[in-house]
């Protein structure tokens, strides 16, 4: 009975977060044209709200992380700890070239080799260099696309069934 309740509020939380995802960006040593473009979808232009997106200012609250900028070697523990404060289930969008391989930075001596990826599990990918802010609201969307299905690659959710496969995190293409 414990576990049909258990899996019933689950049910109810995921619904509400599917109709209003909260959203945390972390600038993890962007140029920021990224972190313009993710408060160009922010401001009435583009109007997220309308959809029920809410920027928050902590992880804590947040359900969506969305991380701009290649990792530096500075910034790298932090994006960790930002992480880890979220509460499960969490999902990662990864900005960018830079948030997939570090870009244009890649290789640099204080640059972590690898993206977002390398530190934390990503859900979505978004090309560009900037992604527009069209192509972050559709990443958001596969985002909830994921969230519907409880699909989060972090977290406890993470820790699959021995033997079953990893699923691939999805790509918004530019
Ligand atoms: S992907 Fe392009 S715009 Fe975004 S942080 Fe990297 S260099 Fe800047």
Redesign the pocket.
Same mark, same amino acid.
């Given at each position: 009975m414990l576990k049909v309740t258990d899996s019933l509020s689950r049910r109810l939380a995921n619904w509400a977060r599917v109709r209003s995802p909260w959203i945390s960006v972390f600038n993890t /040593?962007?140029?920021? #044209? =990224?972190?313009i473009?993710v408060i160009a979808c922010l401001m009435p232009r583009f109007d997220v709200e309308r959809f029920g997106i809410l920027a928050k200012g902590s992880p804590r609250h947040a359900d969506i992380l969305i991380v701009? /900028? @290649?990792v530096t070697r500075k910034q790298e523990s932090r994006l960790r700890r930002i992480w880890e404060q979220m509460p499960e289930p969490k999902y990662v969008i990864a900005?960018? #070239? =830079?948030?997939a391989s570090g /870009?244009?930075?890649q290789g640099l001596y204080h640059v972590v080799d690898g993206g977002v990826e390398s530190v934390i599990p990503v859900d979505v990918f978004v090309a /560009?260099? @900037? @992604?527009r802010p069209d192509e972050i609201i559709n990443a958001v969307v596969a985002c909830l696309g994921l969230m519907k299905e409880d699909l989060a690659r972090g977290g406890k959710e993470w820790r699959r069934k021995p033997g079953e496969a990893p699923r691939e995190p999805a790509e918004v293409p530019a």
């Open positions: /040593g962007s140029c920021n #044209a =990224c972190d473009e701009t /900028g @290649p900005m960018g #070239a =830079c948030g /870009g244009v930075f /560009g260099c @900037p @992604p």
